[in-house]
Protein backbone atom coordinates (compact mmCIF):
# COMPACT_ATOMS: atom_id res chain seq x y z
CA UNK A 1 0.00 0.00 0.00
CA UNK A 2 1.24 3.35 -0.54
CA UNK A 3 -0.20 4.70 2.07
CA UNK A 4 -0.34 8.78 2.30
CA UNK A 5 1.08 10.19 -0.92
CA UNK A 6 2.52 13.85 -1.32
CA UNK A 7 3.47 15.62 -4.24
CA UNK A 8 5.50 17.65 -4.96
CA UNK A 9 8.01 16.54 -2.98
CA UNK A 10 10.16 20.03 -3.96
CA UNK A 11 9.38 23.27 -4.56
CA UNK A 12 10.58 26.77 -4.98
CA UNK A 13 8.64 29.54 -5.23
CA UNK A 14 9.23 33.29 -5.57
CA UNK A 15 7.38 35.68 -3.33
CA UNK A 16 3.52 36.59 -4.52
CA UNK A 17 3.14 33.28 -6.58
CA UNK A 18 0.60 30.51 -5.79
CA UNK A 19 0.50 27.10 -6.09
CA UNK A 20 -0.96 23.79 -4.05
CA UNK A 21 0.22 20.63 -2.69
CA UNK A 22 -0.99 17.63 -3.23
CA UNK A 23 -2.27 14.45 -0.75
CA UNK A 24 -4.01 11.57 -1.41
CA UNK A 25 -4.42 8.45 0.98
CA UNK A 26 -5.79 5.04 -0.13
CA UNK A 27 -6.26 3.87 3.32
CA UNK A 28 -10.25 5.03 3.16
CA UNK A 29 -9.44 7.25 6.31
CA UNK A 30 -11.72 9.81 7.11
CA UNK A 31 -10.04 12.36 8.29
CA UNK A 32 -6.58 14.12 7.02
CA UNK A 33 -5.23 16.85 8.05
CA UNK A 34 -1.96 19.04 6.76
CA UNK A 35 0.89 20.41 9.06
CA UNK A 36 4.29 22.19 8.46
CA UNK A 37 7.15 21.84 10.59
CA UNK A 38 9.92 24.37 10.91
CA UNK A 39 13.68 23.81 10.71
CA UNK A 40 14.20 22.10 14.70
CA UNK A 41 10.90 22.42 15.66
CA UNK A 42 7.62 20.51 16.35
CA UNK A 43 4.76 20.09 13.69
CA UNK A 44 2.00 22.78 13.68
CA UNK A 45 -1.70 22.10 12.14
CA UNK A 46 -2.69 24.27 9.25
CA UNK A 47 -6.36 22.98 8.75
CA UNK A 48 -7.87 19.34 8.72
CA UNK A 49 -10.97 17.69 7.32
CA UNK A 50 -12.32 15.57 10.21
CA UNK A 51 -14.85 14.04 6.90
CA UNK A 52 -15.30 14.13 3.41
CA UNK A 53 -16.72 17.62 2.64
CA UNK A 54 -15.80 19.47 6.33
CA UNK A 55 -13.06 21.02 6.90
CA UNK A 56 -11.55 23.37 9.91
CA UNK A 57 -8.96 25.62 11.09
CA UNK A 58 -6.10 24.74 12.51
CA UNK A 59 -3.07 26.07 14.76
CA UNK A 60 -1.60 28.27 11.99
CA UNK A 61 -4.22 29.23 8.84
CA UNK A 62 -3.30 32.02 7.93
CA UNK A 63 -2.16 32.53 4.18
CA UNK A 64 -3.30 28.90 3.66
CA UNK A 65 -6.70 27.36 1.51
CA UNK A 66 -7.74 23.76 1.64
CA UNK A 67 -10.01 21.85 -0.31
CA UNK A 68 -10.91 18.04 0.87
CA UNK A 69 -11.71 16.93 -3.24
CA UNK A 70 -13.25 13.75 -2.30
CA UNK A 71 -12.77 11.00 0.75
CA UNK A 72 -8.64 10.21 -0.66
CA UNK A 73 -7.69 13.34 -1.39
CA UNK A 74 -6.77 17.24 0.68
CA UNK A 75 -4.94 19.95 -1.42
CA UNK A 76 -3.15 22.81 0.62
CA UNK A 77 -3.31 26.22 -1.77
CA UNK A 78 -0.70 28.64 -1.13
CA UNK A 79 -2.50 32.10 -2.66
CA UNK A 80 0.64 34.33 -2.35
CA UNK A 81 3.62 32.82 -1.31
CA UNK A 82 5.59 34.08 1.45
CA UNK A 83 9.04 33.92 2.80
CA UNK A 84 7.88 32.77 6.16
CA UNK A 85 6.15 29.61 4.49
CA UNK A 86 9.09 28.29 3.70
CA UNK A 87 9.11 25.22 5.55
CA UNK A 88 8.14 21.35 5.33
CA UNK A 89 4.66 20.27 4.87
CA UNK A 90 3.37 16.71 6.13
CA UNK A 91 -0.39 15.71 5.34
CA UNK A 92 -1.64 13.10 7.50
CA UNK A 93 -4.86 10.82 7.88
CA UNK A 94 -6.42 8.40 10.60
CA UNK A 95 -9.56 7.14 10.86
CA UNK A 96 -10.69 8.61 13.89
CA UNK A 97 -10.42 11.61 15.34
CA UNK A 98 -6.21 12.34 16.06
CA UNK A 99 -6.03 12.34 20.16
CA UNK A 100 -7.62 9.20 19.84
CA UNK A 101 -6.11 7.17 16.69
CA UNK A 102 -3.16 6.84 14.60
CA UNK A 103 -1.90 9.59 12.23
CA UNK A 104 -0.10 7.98 9.28
CA UNK A 105 2.01 10.72 7.53
CA UNK A 106 3.38 11.47 4.36
CA UNK A 107 6.87 11.63 3.38
CA UNK A 108 6.37 15.88 3.11
CA UNK A 109 7.52 18.27 0.27
CA UNK A 110 9.72 21.08 0.77
CA UNK A 111 8.84 24.43 -0.24
CA UNK A 112 11.63 27.63 -0.32
CA UNK A 113 10.09 30.57 -1.44
CA UNK A 114 12.31 33.27 -1.76
CA UNK B 1 -4.99 23.36 23.43
CA UNK B 2 -3.19 20.96 25.41
CA UNK B 3 0.09 22.07 25.51
CA UNK B 4 3.36 19.48 26.19
CA UNK B 5 6.55 19.68 27.39
CA UNK B 6 9.52 17.68 26.52
CA UNK B 7 13.22 17.71 27.46
CA UNK B 8 14.80 18.93 23.87
CA UNK B 9 17.53 16.52 23.93
CA UNK B 10 18.61 13.19 25.41
CA UNK B 11 21.93 10.85 24.73
CA UNK B 12 22.23 7.53 25.64
CA UNK B 13 24.52 4.59 24.80
CA UNK B 14 23.48 0.98 22.64
CA UNK B 15 21.77 -1.12 25.08
CA UNK B 16 20.61 1.55 27.60
CA UNK B 17 16.66 2.01 28.19
CA UNK B 18 15.84 5.50 27.97
CA UNK B 19 12.77 7.04 29.64
CA UNK B 20 11.28 10.54 27.94
CA UNK B 21 8.74 12.27 29.88
CA UNK B 22 6.13 14.55 28.40
CA UNK B 23 4.02 16.68 30.52
CA UNK B 24 0.97 17.78 29.80
CA UNK B 25 -0.98 19.73 32.52
CA UNK B 26 -3.97 20.80 31.09
CA UNK B 27 -5.21 17.25 29.54
CA UNK B 28 -8.41 16.40 29.00
CA UNK B 29 -10.81 13.97 30.00
CA UNK B 30 -11.16 12.20 27.14
CA UNK B 31 -7.89 12.94 25.80
CA UNK B 32 -5.29 10.29 24.92
CA UNK B 33 -1.81 10.34 24.27
CA UNK B 34 0.39 9.16 21.62
CA UNK B 35 4.12 8.98 20.62
CA UNK B 36 5.52 9.28 17.42
CA UNK B 37 9.07 8.94 16.43
CA UNK B 38 10.61 10.88 13.26
CA UNK B 39 13.46 10.74 11.26
CA UNK B 40 15.16 13.10 9.14
CA UNK B 41 13.33 14.00 5.90
CA UNK B 42 10.07 11.70 7.20
CA UNK B 43 6.98 12.15 8.43
CA UNK B 44 6.55 10.98 11.81
CA UNK B 45 5.54 7.54 12.55
CA UNK B 46 3.64 6.11 15.61
CA UNK B 47 4.98 4.46 18.16
CA UNK B 48 2.24 3.63 21.03
CA UNK B 49 -0.58 4.95 22.66
CA UNK B 50 -2.29 4.94 25.69
CA UNK B 51 -5.26 6.85 28.20
CA UNK B 52 -4.20 5.43 31.41
CA UNK B 53 -1.65 3.39 33.73
CA UNK B 54 0.55 1.09 31.31
CA UNK B 55 0.89 0.00 27.78
CA UNK B 56 3.43 -1.97 26.43
CA UNK B 57 3.86 -2.83 23.05
CA UNK B 58 6.63 -4.64 20.97
CA UNK B 59 9.16 -1.42 20.52
CA UNK B 60 8.05 0.51 23.93
CA UNK B 61 6.12 1.15 26.74
CA UNK B 62 4.14 3.93 28.17
CA UNK B 63 3.59 4.89 31.78
CA UNK B 64 0.78 7.40 32.47
CA UNK B 65 -0.02 8.20 36.56
CA UNK B 66 -2.85 8.26 37.84
CA UNK B 67 -2.88 11.96 37.40
CA UNK B 68 -2.25 12.15 33.99
CA UNK B 69 -0.36 15.36 33.86
CA UNK B 70 2.27 13.76 32.34
CA UNK B 71 3.52 10.41 30.61
CA UNK B 72 7.27 8.55 29.91
CA UNK B 73 8.08 6.77 26.86
CA UNK B 74 10.66 3.90 27.68
CA UNK B 75 12.26 2.93 25.08
CA UNK B 76 14.53 -0.47 26.04
CA UNK B 77 18.01 -1.76 24.79
CA UNK B 78 17.85 1.03 22.23
CA UNK B 79 20.38 0.48 19.54
CA UNK B 80 22.07 3.01 17.00
CA UNK B 81 18.89 3.37 14.43
CA UNK B 82 16.30 4.88 17.60
CA UNK B 83 18.28 8.06 17.01
CA UNK B 84 15.63 10.43 15.76
CA UNK B 85 13.37 13.14 17.18
CA UNK B 86 10.11 11.76 19.87
CA UNK B 87 6.81 13.67 20.09
CA UNK B 88 4.15 13.20 22.42
CA UNK B 89 0.67 14.32 21.07
CA UNK B 90 -1.72 15.16 23.67
CA UNK B 91 -5.88 16.15 22.66
CA UNK B 92 -7.44 18.60 23.49
CA UNK B 93 -11.05 16.67 22.83
CA UNK B 94 -11.75 18.26 19.62
CA UNK B 95 -10.97 16.91 16.21
CA UNK B 96 -8.18 17.86 14.70
CA UNK B 97 -7.17 20.31 17.37
CA UNK B 98 -4.28 18.56 18.88
CA UNK B 99 -1.01 20.11 19.65
CA UNK B 100 2.43 18.34 18.81
CA UNK B 101 5.33 19.57 21.03
CA UNK B 102 8.87 20.74 20.01
CA UNK B 103 9.96 16.90 20.29
CA UNK B 104 12.99 15.39 22.27
CA UNK B 105 16.02 14.43 19.93
CA UNK B 106 17.14 11.16 21.15
CA UNK B 107 20.92 10.44 20.06
CA UNK B 108 21.82 6.63 20.86
CA UNK B 109 25.69 6.61 21.25
CA UNK B 110 28.16 3.22 20.51
Known amino acids: NAGVTQTPKFQVLKTGQSMTLQCAQD?????MYWYRQDPGMGLRLIYY???????DKGEVPNGYNVSRLNKREFSLRLESAAPSQTSVYFCASSDRAVQVGELFFGEGSRLTVL | LAKTTQPISMDSYEGQEVNITCSHNNIATNDYITWYQQFPSQGPRFIIQ???TKVTNEVASLFIPADRKSSTLSLPRVSLSDTAVYYC???????????FGDGTTLTVKP
Open chain 2, 50 to 52: GYK
Open chain 2, 89 to 99: LVGDGNAGKST
Open chain 1, 27 to 31: MNHNS
Open chain 1, 49 to 55: SASEGTT
